[in-house]
């Protein structure tokens, strides 16, 4: 007999009607391990403020707030409250029935129901104590995680959409990162078959794709390939997901420099990187422009702004940055540049959370980042994504290393495109550079699964065939056991301060936010910050 | 069993430091892991100064867990300089050595045995288990305890009011009542002092209760007490507020004077009669332990003190 479970509203999936229930061969996971159990109960117990739970009984549904007795060191019960007024309805006798769905931090679980005690004198009571007690699961199915948001505008936007020839007037009604849903202002009358759709609003004008439709209700999604119309529609949608975030491209003047220089960043990672007559702000924003112009690398950087002074206050980038096959790519999250300031606390949880939402059209890459250990909020982000989704994700002790060239170099001819580079398990690709203030996009680099460690000279060599005469910066990553790699005509300089390598496959990065309203809350915590 | 254990890490905070890159924060997530209760408490860092800086200004760190390689150099005096903004608020400090090999174990050893906070040197390959972690991480957490409870009254003075107590009272049956209703209690280590010591604090009589204020650890317990000296047995049983444990030793305690009475079990009885799964916390431990206590008041029926 087929069990009716609850599954997590997903984001504006091709299909409108309320959420289904998952095949039995839907991918979850059971989790039986007794310890493991454990963590996650306390870990949703511990956080009611970031949790919550139904009560799945039959075909109703009932919102539980779930608890413990603090006071016992072990804990065999689980006590629930449910509205008095619905306890008439569940009967222990069919207890097989129920499960409990829960989430905590934009994770979701369920369990199912054993043994159960109801409050016989609770029926008519406006006491909101708890009135179910159930015994502590033994086992736990996880639930795919909450991927992305949707997000309702609390003043819809009127738009037109057009297609061959036909002309709807419309409001966007809600955004998420992978659709936009539209109310269709003009009733009961049909939809014409539509495939692409021109969205016009006042100010943007771009295509979407049509997935659904259902009474008045129009579902489009992006056309993530297509570079001008994805990156007006992801503006639209960062516009009532991300309130403080700009991209780059719309400021008149370019704020990224002046940022990479008040946050610190310039003087940690290049600081005698460049002759004293070069302005590293500038060589920033021409390789910026540079970069703009090559379709391959998708560049996208988002811009935060003090919403008291509409001032910058920090950036982050993300781009195509690497190839590891002929099809498949590695994207760089890099470039965080955020004024040091608690104020900012919340731009900085949105510089990262923008790039989950961006790559999470891209599933089917990988992703990889530098960073500073040091760097506490950034260290702790990915060792408790790494932590939660274990697999997918790996966070290893790097060493990357700056080299400078002993020939003589011309940057008048410089490549206007981006040289990859992919083979027995290096990655590297270079141009422009200084695109990161580290040097670390113009980077050779062991592949996320790949076993090279740096030992092999014909990989090294076989790099430094690449034609790349106008090259001025080089940089590698090697495990701690190597001190740098020697390449011909290249001197290892320095040693950047970045230690720390993160890579995964985008499908699990996009669980970021979920570690990111971990960490935020726990920073709330601390410091008694409701 | 799920542990639920949050008062363990009331009134303290902890600062893991490893030179290392990842190492402090990846055993932080997987202290974290275990212990969700645990996480607000927890900091790890990489580099002495910002350590230094957090804990001067946090004051509440109190238990430092220390990563040692063979090359770690940290002097012991760094260390205890950590925690000194905790000692000033007159609390004792702890340090956990976690070294990384046979050989880190014993320059570790030589270098900070001689702190007066070292609990204990593990070896980080004993802790690759959760569950070894967790066993050995509630270890620590019990030293931590017991150095705060020794902080405040030595074993010596703890004996010295246990012996008073008892030329009174059968101190030795307090003592076992309190504990078989305490055991099943979350308890901080001022809950495991209150059990300790707050049967032989209310086994003294009143007129010999001056002894107490030479001991400032003996009168703070007592000042915990005092409140609730005049309830009834089903006040402590019913009231809902955070002292548990104080009510379950005083508790304990009118279970004993009924007993001496020759009312204990009839009390017992009374109390533990319209338990449901909905009854107060102590209520249900009461009736959990029923058995255990009344076979022990039976046992002791016959050498009631007159």
């Known amino acids: 007999m ?155 936007l009127p738009v037109v959409l057009t297609s061959d020839h036909h002309r709807i007037e419309a409001l966007l009604v809600e955004v998420s990162p992978k659709a936009f849903r539209f109310e269709i202002i003009q009733k009961g009358k049909d939809l014409p078959p539509l495939d692409r759709v021109k969205v016009q609003t006042e100010a943007l004008r771009f295509d979407m794709r049509y997935l659904t439709h259902r009474q008045e209700h129009l579902i489009l999604g992006p056309y993530p390939d297509e570079q001008e119309n994805f990156k007006y529609y992801f503006e639209l949608f960062l516009k009532y997901a991300h309130p403080t975030l700009r991209p780059r491209y719309s400021f008149a003047e370019d704020p990224v420099p002046l940022l990479a220089e008040q946050s610190g960043q310039i003087d940690k990672y290049a600081k005698d990187e460049f002759p004293p007559d070069v302005d590293p702000k500038k060589i920033l924003h021409e390789n910026y422009l540079m970069a703009s112009q090559m379709p391959e690398l998708k560049l996208m950087e988002m811009v935060a702004i003090d919403p008291e002074t509409n001032q910058p206050v920090g950036s982050s980038s993300v781009s195509r940055a690497f190839k590891t096959s002929d099809t498949e790519y590695a994207w760089c999250l890099y470039g965080l540049n955020i004024i040091p300031s608690p104020k900012y606390f919340e731009q900085s949880c949105a510089l990262y959370t923008w790039s989950a939402d961006y790559l999470s059209h891209f599933q089917g890459d990988s992703i990889v980042m530098w960073y500073d250990s040091k760097t506490r909020w950034t260290n702790k982000l990915f060792t408790k994504l790494k932590h939660f989704i274990r697999e997918g994700i790996n966070i290893d002790s790097v060493r990357l290393t700056r080299y400078s060239r002993t020939l003589t170099i011309d940057v008048s001819h410089r490549s206007k495109e981006r040289t990859y580079y992919y083979k027995d398990g290096v990655v590297g690709a270079f141009n422009p550079p200084y695109l990161h203030v580290a040097g670390g996009l113009d980077t050779i680099y062991p592949d996320i699964n790949s076993t090279y460690k740096g030992e092999s000279k014909h990989i090294i060599a076989d790099v430094l065939k690449i034609e790349n005469p106008e090259r001025y910066t080089l940089a590698s990553v090697t495990n701690n056991s190597i001190d740098y790699l020697e390449f011909e005509n290249y001197t290892a300089k320095t040693t950047i301060p970045v230690n720390t390598q993160f890579s995964s496959l985008i499908g699990y990065f996009i669980n970021t936010p979920s570690s990111i309203e971990h960490i935020t809350a726990l920073a709330r915590r601390k410091h008694n910050v409701l | 069993m799920l542990k639920n254990i949050r008062k363990p890490f009331r009134g303290f905070n902890a600062v893991l430091l490893s030179e290392k890159p990842l190492e402090s924060q990846m055993f932080e997530e997987r202290l974290s892991a275990l212990f969700p209760a645990a996480e607000v408490s927890l900091d790890s860092f990489e580099e002495y100064l910002p350590a230094y800086e957090h804990c001067s200004n946090l004051k509440t760190v109190g238990l430092i867990i220390l990563f040692a390689h063979e090359t770690s150099t940290l002097p012991v005096n760094a260390i205890s300089e950590l925690t000194s903004p905790f000692e000033a608020l007159g609390s004792q400090s702890g340090l956990w050595i976690v070294a990384d090999s046979e050989k880190s174990f014993t320059s570790s050893y030589k270098q900070y045995s001689d ?114 000296l005049s309830f009834h047995p089903s006040e402590l049983v019913e009231r809902k507020d955070s002292h548990t444990v104080v009510r379950a030793v005083l508790l304990a305690y009118k279970i004993f004077q009924a007993h001496e009475n020759g009312e204990g079990i009839t009390l017992l009885q009374d109390l533990t009669k319209d338990v449901t799964p909905f009854s107060p916390t102590l209520a249900k431990v009461l009736k959990q332990t029923k058995l255990h206590i009344l076979q022990l008041l039976r046992e002791t029926e016959g050498r009631r003190v007159a």
Do not use: C
């Open chain 2, 115 to 228: 702190h007066p906070g070292l609990l204990k040197i593990s070896l980080v390959s004993d802790l690759s288990t959760d569950s070894a972690l967790k066993s050995e991480f509630e270890n620590i957490l019990d030293m931590f305890s017991t150095k705060q409870v020794e902080g405040v009254l030595s074993q010596d003075e703890i004996e010295l009011f246990d012996q008073i107590s008892g030329k009174f009272v059968d101190i030795s049956l307090l003592h076992r009542i309190t504990q078989l209703i305490t055991t099943k209690l979350d308890q901080d280590w001022l809950d495991q002092l209150t059990v300790r010591i707050g049967p032989a604090i209310l086994g003294i009589p009143q007129a010999q209760k001056w002894i107490l204020q030479n001991s400032p650890g003996a009168a703070r317990i007592e000042a915990k007490v005092n409140p609730y």
């Open chain 1, 2 to 156: 087929s069990r009716p479970n609850l599954r997590l509203v997903q984001p504006l999936s091709a299909d409108t009607s309320l959420p289904e229930l998952p095949s039995d061969n839907e991918k979850t996971e059971w989790i039986t391990d007794p310890q493991k159990v454990q963590n996650i109960l306390s870990l949703f117990l511990q956080w009611p403020d970031y949790s919550s739970a139904i009560l799945i009984a039959g075909d109703k549904r009932y919102d539980i707030k779930i608890e413990i007795d603090t006071e016992l060191r072990d804990v065999e019960q689980l006590f629930g409250t449910i509205p008095p007024t619905a306890l008439s309805t569940i009967n222990p006798q069919n207890i097989r029935s129920y499960l409990i769905h829960f989430e905590v931090f934009g994770l979701a679980y369920r369990f199912e129901v054993d043994q159960m005690v109801t409050r016989n004198d609770h029926h008519r009571s406006s006491d909101l104590t708890p009135n179910l007690i159930f015994n502590v699961p033994t086992k736990i199915q996880r639930m795919a995680a909450r991927t992305s948001r949707r997000i309702p505008l609390e003043n819809p």
